[in-house]
């Protein structure tokens, strides 16, 4: 028997996809941070690890309100070098 990850929606481009394919960004009370091990508390949107998709976050500004905060620049300047480097 196969062990699957839950199954979560990508803000930016809307794909399902594992959860562990995808970048966890978490709003922990009033920090965003990216999560990449998934275990940070806090409210969590997924993006897919690539600039298409954080870019269609960002025009949407779908990623503000999975995580209902305000989103600036430098937060997601970090989202963009973790894609970058990740």
């Given amino acids: 028997m196969q062990s699957r990850s839950p ?3 990508c803000v930016g ?3 399902r996809r594992d959860k562990i ?3 966890r960004v ?6 965003i941070l990216v999560d990449p091990g998934g275990r940070t508390p806090g409210r969590g949107a997924y993006l897919c690890p690539n600039m298409d998709c954080l870019d269609k976050a960002v025009e949407k500004n ?5 995580l209902k905060i305000e989103i600036s ?10 894609i970058k480097h990740g």
């Fill in 7 to 9: 199954i979560r929606k």
């Fill in 13 to 15: 481009c809307g794909a």
């Fill in 21 to 23: 394919e995808l970048l």
């Fill in 26 to 31: 978490v709003n922990n009370k009033g920090d």
């Fill in 62 to 66: 779908s990623l503000k309100n999975a």
């Fill in 73 to 82: 620049d430098e937060i997601y300047e970090q989202i963009s070098e973790e």
